[in-house]
């Protein structure tokens, strides 16, 4: 089985990579090729026969190289993120549409029955307020408040088109925010949701913009790694024609993420996040969803953690090797 | 006020045209000029200053030549209908996708503070089956099942994005089901919700090709010129980030219209309804929309018919000098 992943070199793609290597099959079939493509050459990995591309996938005959190698999985991770896409107009769209649509094209125009396992990487995002209670269900609209959010849904529409006009086996996941992110705290608006777990953690002072009242949904790369894998090996025939699901996750304030923290980590830990409020991520975490009501997927057999201090314990075991303590 | 037309050579862009040549003003604005784009020359109108054009929507420079000239509102109805975007889907997504975002695409690109009105007609096709009781509501997912309603339901997105980010004042129409079409049956698989009135209105005999059991939404030409002049109007700080809306109609089954004709027409004319199963047609409208809820549109000033009996006499007045008997 040869498996092509787009976004390879990102942190989730990382993960997927990593793990499709050392698992070394994926739905009961020998892995016999990882093919890793990225803006940047993703790392090589041991125990699988791998080959690292870099290049643009709206790049001009990019994607049509990639899918002549007739790929059984295709796991579509590559994408200008939320801020970029807003930042950037054209390149966001010509990253986030115009990529994703070459590549369902490049799979339709090499026909000869070819019809691989699409696994797309869909976001929240495509949700925007007002939202209903209890939390966004399986039937609410799409209403993105976001160029990025504007993308993905529409990269859901044409997942659902080319899947129910057979050009390939389309699955699309909705993923929570991905929390707690390993590395340093980057630009993203949503980066303090880890921030203010991950450097306490590792000794460091975080500053949180928001208020403790701040709710919003989580899920761990570990889960991440998990909805994608499942995503490839789901009975697709369950799914009918709509084939992108929001992912379960946990939803919690900013205020729970803390006191789980300190349950986890001490009181210590929780004395290193620095309030320091920032109007501008405020106004653009007041639009975000909040809750979800991820039925759907659970029936369908997609799973996460069952509490933040679960999410935390993932972090401790994957990225501190079980260790407390910096 | 300068207003461009695409799809002008149209059912719905004909009458829209000629309405606004009969008013010659638009929301309190004398309308210096009309522009008529199509792929065939519309037919000219008297009273205005009018230009007919003909061409691809989706041809090089095309659209940024029409935009160039400033129109202060775009009507854009421009599309490949259902059936041919469905049996040609290049041809299909060239039109409704790639031509509609080239005419949003050139007016980002004129930039230097232009900003008009754009009012894109959509469709009830959007959704798909399954749908919920007692109708579709506003804040109910897009589920396309077609390659048309796939379009569509992009385009609304791009005209959310695009509004959002204020390069237009755009508004989207989900238009009902336009019933009585005037003309001849076509091979539309929607067609008989027509012809089954409007044959029999004309002394002709016509085929039903479903069970009178089947529940459709409706509004006639009239009203679908109605809802087209009320979005180039309406104040647009009423709709918030949501640009698109389902239109009011009415939902009758196949057995109402039946009854509807013939209180208007009498036992003569529904004896010329000739039943005749096509079981590929009972199968495509089994995943249609039957009924909606209408709520934003109608709080916001769109209005229909009442009455499946009214839609019968806007034909009788509006194409047959209001007398009946062929």
Known sequence: ??????????????KLVERLAADGHLGGRTITELTLFDVVEAPPVEGVKSRSLAGDISGPGQVERLVAARPDVIFHLAAVVSGEAEADFEKGYRINLDGTRSLFEAVRRSGDGYHPRVVFTSSVAVFGAPFPEPGIHDEYLCAPLTSYGT????????????SRRGVFDGVGIRLPTICVRPGRPNKAASGFFSNIIREPLNGLEAVLPVGEDVRHWHASPRSAVEFLLHAATLDTSLLGPRRSLTMPGISVTVGEQIEALRRVAGADAIRLIRREPDPAIIRMVSSWPERFVA???????????RSFEDIIRVYIEDELGGRLGA
Chains 1, 2 share one sequence.
């Open 295 to 305: 039925d759907r997927a659970e029936s369908l057999g997609f799973t996460s953690e």
């Open 1 to 14: 089985m040869h498996i092509l992943i787009l976004g390879a070199a990102g942190m989730v793609g990382r």
């Open 151 to 162: 993308q993905k849904a529409i990269g859901e529409l044409l997942l659902g088109d080319y």
